[in-house]
């Protein structure tokens, strides 16, 4: 059973940076694409960003060109120039195939989420 793990969350002010990581029980994703996702209070949980297994990316268009997805044996998402929009509990999730995908139903193994706050 694969147990995914966030960390890098907290408080940052307006145009600040976190970068959160994400790693698995077994510190692979094996040939799975990875994604992370965002659920802001009251709202529903939306794509952010995916990394497919040999590198392929997709973003939201609403934080394209300032958050990177990136991989290692754990899973990055830098993000740069936070706005208070970007607060949310974050998620990562390890898709059923290797590739990267907006679609929340491609993804079976999810984290517990990590905070991120952005004060204006």
């Known amino acids: 059973q694969v147990q995914l793990v966030e960390s890098g969350g907290g408080l940052v002010q307006a145009g600040g940076s976190l970068r959160l990581s994400c790693t698995d029980s077994?510190?692979?994703?094996?040939?799975?694409?990875v994604g992370w996702f965002r659920q802001a209070p009251g709202k529903e949980r939306v794509f952010v960003a995916a990394i497919g297994w040999r590198g392929g990316t997709l973003y939201a268009d609403s934080v394209k060109d300032r958050f990177i997805i990136s991989r290692d044996n754990k899973v990055y998402l830098q993000m740069n120039t936070l706005q208070p929009e970007d607060t949310a509990i974050y998620y990562c999730?390890?898709?059923?195939?290797?590739?990267?995908?907006?679609?929340?139903?491609?993804?079976?193994?999810w984290g517990q989420g990590t905070q991120v706050t952005v004060s204006a």
């Open positions: 077994k510190r692979t994703f094996s040939n799975n694409g």
């Open positions: 999730a390890s898709a059923r195939s290797s590739l990267a995908t907006r679609d929340v139903a491609q993804y079976r193994y």
